[in-house]
């Protein structure tokens, strides 16, 4: 028997760094979920904080690919990191508003 990392009591760390197409294609489509949930509510009339706060953040449409696929956080490195490492991540909420680092900002090159 070949001993492993796990076997002498380490951890053996099992997460991509890198969303896979089904992963990325399940993301759009919950995130279009909400602002399908978000627009119906602003048209029924009814004046809450929050769906103010929820129609000020940016469609799943006009977000872009950092937007949508990475997290802000202060432990890890340039304060960034992939939102599928976020615990639960299919459930619990992060804010869409996003600043950008000096790794991510538009360079304009097209």
Wanted: aromatic share 10%; proline share 6%; net charge positive.
């Amino acid at each position: 028997m070949f001993s492993t990392l796990a076997a002498l009591g380490g951890l053996v760390w099992k997460r991509r760094f890198r969303l896979t197409p089904t992963q990325k294609l399940r993301h759009r489509l919950r995130l279009r979920a909400v602002d399908n949930v978000v627009e119906t509510i602003a048209k029924s009339g009814v004046q809450l904080r929050a769906l103010d706060l929820a129609l000020s953040d940016t469609p799943e449409r006009e977000m872009t690919p950092q937007q949508k696929y990475w997290v802000e956080s202060k432990r890890y490195r340039h304060g960034i990191k992939p939102a599928h490492w976020v615990p639960k991540w299919t459930r619990v909420p992060f804010m869409r508003r996003w600043t950008p680092t000096t790794l991510h900002e538009d360079s304009g090159k097209k």
